[in-house]
């Protein structure tokens, strides 16, 4: 005899010769964006103000951050973008731009970063992503940066077409 338990089509045997269901699920998981432009000071990072969510399935996206919730610990995704332009949509003195991810109020070391200085364009998209060891109560935080004369802005957008988010969810391990 295999194991212990009831094998079944929805049941596996395990390496400890007990059976278990496959699979699991991705929760928490959140996908919040900035549903219009937000001013920002050219130079200064700023923390984006991700007003919209599309996703939330464990009502953890509040007041611009993603908190995990009790019992929620583990390794999560996380990937935000953030596109910067300016309010005539000619960014032909743009310079250094970045953003970056903070875990409790603190830049977890990494950035997307571009240095378009004295090259013509319309803006840019920055992307980031990582995966994060995350505890209850941690909390994620999207920042970014862009040197650009004549208004700089975050640009907002929403559904498919957002320009501005923040995204998680947790990793099955």
Known sequence: RLGSGTASSSTFLRGDQTYAEAGGTNTPAFN???SS???ISSGVETKVALDAESLDTDNAFASN?????SGKGGKYFIQGAVTLTNNSGDVSNMGLAFITIHKNGTNIGGDAR???RNNKGS???????????LAATDYIELFGSGQIEDNPIFQGGSGA???TYLLGYKLLT
């Open 37 to 39: 432009n937000q001013s």
């Open 65 to 69: 951050k993603f908190t995990v919730p």
């Open 161 to 163: 077409v957002a320009r």
């Open 32 to 34: 919040a964006y900035l």
């Open 123 to 133: 803006g840019m998209t920055l992307v980031i992503s990582s995966i994060l060891t």
């Open 114 to 116: 571009v240095d378009f």
